[in-house]
């Protein structure tokens, strides 16, 4: 009998690496790393102000509250874009704001919450091998969407990046295709953190593309293959010798990372 | 038929292009020539709609490129500069050159592959973009802008980076293609040497139009000094201001 705490390990893992792979190859290829880690930082500030404000407000569900916090993060981002402020700028200050919030929150989560120490390492850190078998199936049915959506698109995603001003002229829409890519990258990213936790999260989605670029330019299968192999490893590890899952990940990506700059 | 009536065109605040009355019946070879920052390309998105106008009005066989997009896109094919493109981009020559026509809903390999052997870069369909010298990058993008069946072809200096052999061949096969589908030609260019074999209307412009005829007619020093700012007539050569042919 396998150890449950392990299947869902193994699930949360392969659900997140899987979306991980291939979000990553297109945040490498449509080059919104900055973006992708913005998002993590507004999925942090997020998640602990939606902890803290449910705690106090028992009537308002968290993760409403969470939504509510990022979406202020974006019209804070949108306005300054709006405003003329370039796009640097713009996402630059947004993470200032959230990495205030979340320094501000996570203290007073952990100092007055029961249980907030715990929370805010969660936030952070994830634990994969937590996440209820019953939260499973829903995880699974979002993963499949997200993957949908980002299969049906991805052409359109690749074509714009590659040549804007033609795809404008060909089919008009960029600008609307971006905003989708923009959220879809942010679903992405609220999704992983969900499953492993928004530290991890930062491994999981910048090395895939990363590794994919060093060993064949262009190959969106080697990512998400060698994404979902080293978070498995990493879980099996992980539960086997009990050092942290994303200390892990980090570990396995960034040694063939160094490997195949050696080896070139 | 093209028609540009008293267009004015710019970016924000800065005009362009100021003025340009031009006329053009279909099918035409056409070539656009002037200094850096004349407007040339800019003249080419006014024809797309891409670049509002403050003033004027154009035609592109009867629309009007600004009101109804749908229609420009079917009928008109465009290659951009090559710096307008992410060459970083992992992408296989074969999608680069399918890109107008997988964005209109067809996919066929056979015209993909047409297309590539018009440029003399069949052998590399499968090869990374990237991955290819600037002048075979070069070949493929204009190869994407002949893919689809166009009624104008809008081209911005498709010969750079392409070694002189090559433009004469590729400004040949362009000529070839006019004449015999019948198709117009617009294209920006710097290398009039190329031009001068087949006497195609040339546009000189900088921001205004200075001159338009053909070729034969208008490259001559008068005409040329006053596009570029400055022209040397030495040994029999003609060396204009800023980049020349």
């Known amino acids: 009998m396998v150890d449950p705490l392990l299947v869902s390990g193994l699930l949360s893992a392969s659900l997140a690496s899987i979306v991980a792979g291939l979000i ?21 500030a997020a998640s602990l102000v939606g902890g803290l404000v ?25 306005l300054m874009l709006e405003k003329g402020f370039s796009q640097d700028t713009s996402m630059g200050f947004t993470i200032a704001v959230a990495s205030m919030i979340a320094s501000l929150f996570s203290y007073y989560v952990a100092l007055l919450t029961p249980g907030g120490v715990s929370y805010v390492y969660t936030v952070l850190f994830g634990n994969p091998f937590l996440i209820p078998p019953s939260s499973i199936a ?14 049906f698109l991805w052409r359109i995603f690749i074509y714009i990046a590659f040549d804007p001003e033609t795809f404008e002229i060909l089919r008009g829409g960029v600008r609307i295709y971006r905003w989708i890519l923009y959220m879809l990258i942010a679903f992405s990213a609220i999704y992983i953190t969900r499953l492993i936790g928004a530290i991890p999260a930062h491994i999981a989605l910048m090395m895939p593309g990363i590794i994919a670029s060093r060993v064949e330019q262009g190959s969106s299968y080697i990512a998400i293959i060698f994404s979902f192999l080293s978070s498995i490893t990493s879980i099996v590890i992980s539960y086997q010798v009990g050092i942290p899952y994303g200390a892990l990940l980090g570990i396995i990506s960034i040694s063939l990372y160094l490997l195949l700059l050696v080896k070139r | 038929m093209i028609v540009m009536d008293h267009v004015s065109a710019g970016y924000g605040d800065r005009i362009v292009i100021e003025d340009i009355t031009i006329s053009l019946k279909h099918p035409f070879f056409a070539v656009i020539a002037g200094p850096n920052g004349a407007g040339k390309s800019t003249m080419l998105k006014v024809l797309l709609g891409i670049v509002k106008r403050k003033s004027g009005s154009v035609s592109v066989f009867g629309i009007d490129p600004e009101l109804d997009k749908k229609s420009i896109r079917r009928i008109v094919s465009y290659m951009p ?8 981009m992992p992408i296989k020559v074969k999608d680069v050159v399918a890109m107008p026509i ?23 369909e499968n090869e990374i973009f990237s991955k290819l010298s600037g002048g075979l990058r070069q070949r493929v993008l204009l190869a994407r802008a ?33 004449e015999e589908r019948e198709v117009s030609f617009l294209i920006v260019g710097h290398d009039l040497s190329v031009c001068a074999l ?27 000094a006053e596009a570029y700012g400055s022209v040397l007539l030495r040994e029999g050569f003609i060396v204009m201001g800023e980049e020349h042919g």
Request: proline content about 3%.
């Open chain 1, 54 to 78: 449910a705690w106090y407000y028992r009537a308002l569900p968290s993760e409403f509250v969470s939504l509510i916090t990022m979406a202020l993060f974006i019209l804070i981002a949108v």
């Open chain 2, 81 to 88: 500069q090559s710096s307008a493109i992410n060459l970083d």
């Open chain 1, 138 to 151: 829903s995880y699974l049915l979002a993963g499949v969407l997200l993957v949908l959506v980002l299969l």
């Open chain 1, 24 to 44: 990553g190859v297109l945040i490498n290829y449509t080059r919104t790393q900055f973006l992708a880690i913005e998002s993590l930082h507004m999925i942090i």
């Open chain 2, 146 to 178: 002949l893919v689809k069946d166009a009624k104008l072809i809008l081209l911005d200096e498709p010969l750079s980076h392409i070694d002189s052999k090559g433009r004469s061949e590729i400004f040949s096969t362009l000529y070839k293609i006019h």
């Open chain 2, 102 to 124: 997988r964005i209109l809903g067809e996919d066929d390999e056979s015209l993909v592959r047409e297309a590539l052997k018009i440029v003399g870069a069949e052998k590399y």
């Open chain 2, 198 to 224: 087949y006497d195609p209307y040339l546009i000189l412009l900088n921001r205004r139009i200075v001159a338009h005829g053909w070729f034969s007619e208008i490259a001559k020093p008068e005409y040329l």
